[in-house]
Every structure is written in C-alpha cells, then in structure tokens.
C-alpha cells in the first residue's frame, strides 16, 4: 500500500505562486510513477503534471510554462511549483502514483491518491 499527504494549498490572488508538496509513505517502486491531477467543481479530474521514474515531466496545455513538477527521491516528496496562477486553476489538487502507467494522465491509470489539498485564485 501508498499512503500520500499533500500540503501547501491556499488562497491566492491572480498571478501569485504556491507550491504543492505530496508526501508519500509505503512500499513504492521505483518503477511506480507519480503525477498531479486537480478538480475543479462540476468538472472532472485532470491530469495536470507528471514525472516518469527517470525524471522526464509533461504538462496539461493549460499549465505549460507556469507549472513545474519534481520529486526528492530521499524524502519520497513531490511537488508543484505553481506560477502566475489565473481564477482558473482555482480547484482541488491530488497527488496520485500509477504502478503501470507511467506518463499518463488519466486518472483511471492511477492506483493511489492523496486526500487533496485546495487551491484558490481570486482576480
């Protein structure tokens, strides 16, 4: 089993910065990979950024050139650097591992999640 914990959502005004860490606990591979969905409401999940076990990353259109995902192996964190944020990235954002589908972004593929942790971004 994974157990993930996300942190360091918050609210923002239009064009400020967070930074979203996902703590993850339990036996992970190292072939499992690792990504960042979010939810808005009355829409569905998406995949928004994902890191391959070597440490290539790709981003939703929506996000390319603000966003930036990494992971610190020695502390089996995650993160997102979220820059200029816009009232549209405002939503619910999880921290998911896949232990097959690595670079996918949809969420079927992914085994674990973490609770989620809220951003918002007022104009």
């Known amino acids: 089993q994974v157990q993930l914990v996300e942190s360091g959502g918050g609210s923002v005004q239009a064009g400020g910065s967070l930074r979203l860490s996902c703590v993850a606990s339990?036996?992970?591979?190292?072939?499992?990979?690792m990504a960042w969905f979010r939810q808005a409401p009355g829409k569905e999940r998406e995949g928004v950024a994902v890191?391959?076990?070597?440490?290539?990353?790709s981003y939703a259109d929506s996000v390319k050139g603000r966003f930036t995902i990494s992971k610190d192996n020695a502390k089996n964190t995650l993160y997102l650097q979220m820059n200029s944020l816009k009232p549209e990235d405002t939503a619910m954002y999880y921290c998911?591992?896949?232990?097959?589908?690595?670079?996918?972004?949809?969420?079927?593929?992914?085994?674990?999640w973490g609770q989620g942790t809220q951003v918002t971004v007022s104009s």
């Open positions: 998911a591992v896949t232990r097959y589908f690595c670079g996918s972004k949809s969420p079927d593929r992914y085994n674990y």
């Open positions: 339990g036996y992970i591979y190292s072939s499992y990979c």
């Open positions: 890191i391959l076990s070597r440490g290539s990353t």
